[in-house]
């Protein structure tokens, strides 16, 4: 049975730091493209950062500098580390597997910046 389970989201304060977590089971993690997407309430799912198999890494501009995309293929789990977060990077942050074959998406993990 294929799973994506996040992890980590909360209230954190302007300026703070959250990883969050994702724990994949169920197919071959290492091949698969690996991303975080968020939706915030009233928006479409954006891509926020992607790894690809090689440990290549692709972010949205509002988050270069600020935000690290990260694989551990023998945990099978991918992470977000965010940094210097701003409120308007509160959301619905989902994981993503992605193969030429199939994809996969986790539940998503709330996360809300606030003071």
């Known amino acids: 049975q294929v799973q994506l389970v996040e992890s980590g989201g909360g209230l954190a304060q302007p300026g703070g730091s959250l990883r969050l977590s994702c724990t994949a089971s169920?197919?071959?993690?290492?091949?698969?493209?690996l991303g975080w997407y968020r939706q915030a309430l009233g928006n479409q799912r954006e891509l926020v950062a992607l790894?690809?198999?090689?440990?290549?890494?692709q972010y949205v501009d509002s988050v270069k500098g600020r935000f690290t995309i990260s694989r551990d293929n023998a945990m099978n789990t991918v992470y977000l580390l965010m940094n210097n977060l701003r409120p308007e990077d509160t959301a619905v942050y989902y994981c993503?597997?992605?193969?030429?074959?199939?994809?996969?998406w986790g539940q998503g993990t709330q996360l809300t910046v606030s003071s």
């Open positions: 169920g197919f071959d993690f290492s091949r698969y493209k």
């Open positions: 993503n597997a992605h193969s030429i074959q199939s994809e996969y």
């Open positions: 790894i690809l198999s090689t440990g290549t890494t």
